[in-house]
Structure formats: C-alpha cells, structure tokens
C-alpha cells in the first residue's frame, strides 16, 4: 500500500528531513513511527500526503508513484489519505458537523450522503451529541476526535497521524489508539507518527523507529 | 502490487452535480459577504462611484448631442438680398427659392418689417427715426428639407444659392453648431479614457479585497487543501466574491446615475425653457444600463482571478 525506495528528502534550507529510507506497507498494515523530534517522522508522512516531495527516490502510495503525479492530481490523491495532526487542525467558525463534513463537501457529494457519513463517522468517535457545537467549546481529546473523524468520513484506505496524542493525557491516549486499532481491524492502513513509546509497546503492533532520517530499527518488516 | 497499474482518480463529471455546487457557491459567498454588510457595502459603493462617473458623464453628453441634434435639424440659412431689390422682386427671390427641392420652406422679412423688427428689439427706436432711408436689407429665412437639414447639405445649399445674383451673401446658422458637436466628441474621448483608468481602479479594488479575504482565510485555505480540495474548489468562493462586489457596485452606480439625473431634470428644463426648445433627459438606454449591470461583475471577476490567482498557489499546506 505504501512503499518508499531510497528516499531521501532535504529541504532548501539545507536541512535533510530523510536521508534514503526503504520502507514498505502492506494493505491493511498498522505501524508506528518512533523516533526523536527530528528524526524524520513528519517528514515522512508529509511525503506519503504529498505536503513534500521527496529529492531523491520514489514514493508509491496505492499503486501510485507520487513522483509522477501532476500537481492537478494531488488533490484527489490527498483523499484517499486521511490526516490527522496534533493541533488538529479544525475551521474554529464552523461546527463539529461542518468540519467533518468538509472533505465530502470538497469532493461533491450529495447533502443527504454528506448527513449520513458525517453521523456514522461522529457516532465512531462518540460525539453524536457535539454535532452542533463549534470546535473551541470543546476539550482537547474531543477535539482531536473530530480531526479523526474528518479523517475517515470519507472512508480512505491510508490514514496517517502525526503525534495525534502529542497534547493528550494518558487516558485519553490509550482511547484515541484503541479508536485506531479499530479502523485497522476493518482494513485501514494506518501509520501513526508518535514518541509515546510505553503506549505503543502495550499495542504490540509493527514499530518503525527513526533515527537521522533512517530507518534505525523495525520489527515486523514485511516482505517487499 | 505497487507497481502494478495505477487506479484512475474518480472525477466528478456530472453538469448537474456541477451546476448545483456552483449555484450553492455562490449563495454562500454572498451569505458570507452579507454577514460583513458594513465593509461589503463600503467597497461595492466604491465601485459604483467609480462606475457612475463615466457613465454618468457618458449619459450628460449624449444628451447634450441629442440636443444639439435638435437644432441642428432646425438649422435655417439668412439670404440678405441686394438692398437696390424693391418688395416684389424680393419676393420673386423667395418664391425662385422656395421650389428648389432642398427648400421646406422660405419666409420673406421685407426692409420694413427688419426695420421695424430691429427698432422693437435694439431700442435705438428714436435714433433709427434720423436715417433718411432704411439701411436693412431684406432677408429670405430658408428652412432646408428634411432630407437636406445634415450640416454638410445645408452649406452646400448656401452656398449655391450665394451664387443668385440678387442674393448678397448666405449665413448658415450652424458653426456653432458644430463646434458643439466636436467639443462633446472631445468630451467622448476623455470619458472614455476616464472609464478605462476607472475600470482599472474597480479591478484592483476588488483585487486587493479579495487579497485580504484570502490572507484572512490563510488556514482554511490550507485545510481544504489537506482534505483534498482542488485548486478551482478553492478558487470558487472568491471569484463569486469578486462578482457579487461588480454586481452590488453596479446596482448602487445605476441607483447614483438616476438620482443625479432626477436633481438635475429641473435646472435642465429651466435652462432649455430659456431656450424656448422642448427638452427630455433621455434616461440611462438600455444598453448603457446592460453595459453596466453585466461589465460590473465581470470587472470583479477579473480583478478576484488576478488575486486568485497569485495568492492562492503560495498557500502550502505543512
């Protein structure tokens, strides 16, 4: 589903966010991404959303070599991957429903879709009842449950979360990963970019751990 | 797999679907300008001075051609006979002239009647009294024909009836006429460079307001990008922005127009009253009126594309 071929990424200023990673995904795959800030972790992910391009090597995200897509095309590539972010990321002049609702809005899909994916996707995440609300009213973990929800409304087959627990207590955490491990049982590939090393340990998935911009160790590789 | 064929990209390509976000687009642009009604209305009103200048001044001067059209139609042509001509020979001038076919009609004023005329208007009544005889001529008042009322046909009938013997000189009352009608052409020109200068002025105004919804809309520009909208998606609003602005200034330049034309109906008909002539401000024509309500908001559309257009593409999302 996602596989990288040498990848290396340096920035202009000079700074190298991967220096030649090698990397693969199988369909249905989950795996975290560990490493000190720095490490390359957002840079990977940027690379899979196509936030980035990558400097040298290839990208392939659903059969597709990013490095040959038109820059027309990024936008029906960016949904088929779903993107969570720490600070969420959310439109604070808009409720909840609009917010989750904005990537099938951008897609052009029709009102009474739109009511009943929105409500499937806010019903995941248990905040059904929020729906009317404006993201500020709500605490941290509810916020980034609506990012999650935007994330998956439209039902893409690669969702990637960058540090999504980064602001959240542990409780809270372990909530927001049990919601993933979810998603993956019924087929998402998930990559989740975090530093909360104890939780992940706990979840027994494939851990990637990076190191400068390498891969350093990885403890389910599968066969590429 | 990842290097098998890639899957095409589903395209929404229905019109239908197409039309109906286009129409919700733009209703909501004009909800989201409607919930500022304030600055909304301060830049369209902007726009529509800097519309109704040209085009009032358009409307002033073509009224002022009609009017001078007016006349020029009446236009008439004073044949001073020779003063040695007594009352009957005059008036076999006036009836040689009459049949000519550019001739709708010919008045005799014999030397009495312009003696007595000038005594009632000059007011040198008892001075005339001392002349011995009457210095006047006697005058043929030529109104030329329909068919020969153009500038052009009424000099060239002067000038062949200048060449009757008994006809001293023939004056056409009409240079100034034409002086008129090449200072509103002049008039014409510098309007019309007014409107392009000012059409100019509406397409960066409407430019840069867009300009700052854009850097106001920084974030939400960039999250509709991560969720995968495409650059007309997020192109849309601000062009329906930019001509809803041309349409709302074009509504407020047609209000302005017709309101300076209606404090201006009553001087106007003071002044043409002077003139003992009948006198109707044309209202805007249509097609000023279309000119206006359709190159409005295609002047602010052109102006939200140039903004667009260069601001948009510098939104990356990180």
Excluded: C
């Excluded at chain 1, 220096?19 to 975290?32: I, N």
């Excluded at chain 1, 597709?64 to 590539?77: A, I, M």
């Excluded at chain 1, 998402?188 to 939780?199: G, K, N, R, S």
């Excluded at chain 2, 989201?32 to 529509?48: D, E, H, K, Q, Y």
């Amino acid at each position: 589903m996602i596989r990288f071929d040498n990848v290396a990424k340096r920035y202009p200023t000079g700074r190298e966010g991967l220096a030649g990673v090698d990397l693969h995904l199988a369909p249905g795959e989950m795996a975290f991404l560990t490493g000190h800030s720095g490490a390359g972790k957002s840079t990977l992910l940027k690379l899979i959303g196509l936030l980035e391009r990558a400097t040298r090597g290839q990208v392939w995200v659903n059969s597709r070599n990013l490095n040959k897509l038109k820059h027309r095309d990024v936008p029906y590539h960016r949904r088929e991957v779903g993107m969570i972010f720490q600070d969420h990321r959310l439109l604070h002049d808009r409720t909840v429903f609009d917010n989750v609702a904005l990537p099938l809005v951008v897609a052009g899909m029709g009102h009474a879709e739109i009511q009943r994916r929105v409500r499937a996707a806010l019903d995941k995440v248990s905040l059904l009842n929020k729906e009317k609300s404006p993201p500020i009213s709500l605490s941290g973990g509810e916020q980034q449950r609506v990012g999650i929800a935007r994330a998956l409304v439209s039902k893409p087959p690669v969702l990637l979360a960058d540090e999504p627990t980064g602001n959240l207590d542990p409780e809270l955490s372990a909530e927001i990963m049990d919601l993933f491990v979810q998603f993956n049982q019924v087929g998402v590939t998930m990559l989740i970019a975090t530093h909360d090393v104890a939780l992940v340990n706990s979840l027994g998935k494939r851990i990637i751990n990076l190191r400068d911009g390498r891969v350093e160790s990885d403890t389910g590789a599968s066969a590429a | 797999m990842s290097k098998g064929k890639a899957p095409k990209f589903r395209r929404n390509r229905n019109p239908l679907t197409w039309l109906l976000r286009h129409a919700q687009m733009s209703l909501s642009s004009l909800g989201r300008l409607s919930r500022n009604p304030l600055s909304t209305l301060m830049t369209a009103a902007v726009i529509g001075i800097a519309i109704a200048l040209p085009s009032g001044l358009h409307l002033m001067i073509d009224n002022v051609r009609n009017l001078a059209g007016g006349w020029e139609g009446a236009s008439s042509i004073s044949l001073f006979l020779e003063q040695s001509l007594d009352d009957s020979q005059a008036e076999q001038i006036r009836h040689t002239v009459s049949l000519r076919p550019e001739v709708a009609e010919a008045r005799l004023i014999t030397k009495d009647q312009a003696m007595d005329e000038f005594r009632a208007l000059s007011g040198f009544g008892s001075a005339l009294d001392l002349l011995d005889r009457n210095p006047l001529p006697a005058v043929v008042l030529v109104r030329p024909s329909a068919a020969a009322s153009s500038a052009e046909a009424t000099g060239r009938l002067a000038r062949e009836l200048e060449a009757y013997r008994e006809i001293e000189m023939a004056q056409v009352d009409l240079q100034w006429v034409r002086r008129l009608d090449a200072i509103t052409h002049t008039l014409e020109r510098g309007v019309g460079v007014l409107a392009a200068l000012l059409a100019a002025a509406v397409l960066l105004i409407v430019g840069n307001t867009i300009r700052l919804e854009i850097q106001n809309r920084h974030s939400e520009i960039e999250i509709v990008k991560l969720v995968g909208g495409t650059d007309a998606f997020i192109r849309r609003p601000f062009l329906y922005e930019g001509i809803w602005y041309g349409l709302i200034g074009a509504v407020i330049a047609i209000i302005l127009v017709l309101l300076a034309l209606f404090l201006m109906q009553g001087p106007v008909e003071r002044l043409v009253g002077l003139y003992q002539t009948r006198f109707d401000l044309t209202l805007l024509t249509s097609g000023t009126f279309l000119a206006i309500l359709f190159g409005s908001p295609l002047l602010g559309l052109a102006g939200a594309w140039l903004a667009v257009g260069r601001h948009l593409k510098r939104i990356i999302p990180e």
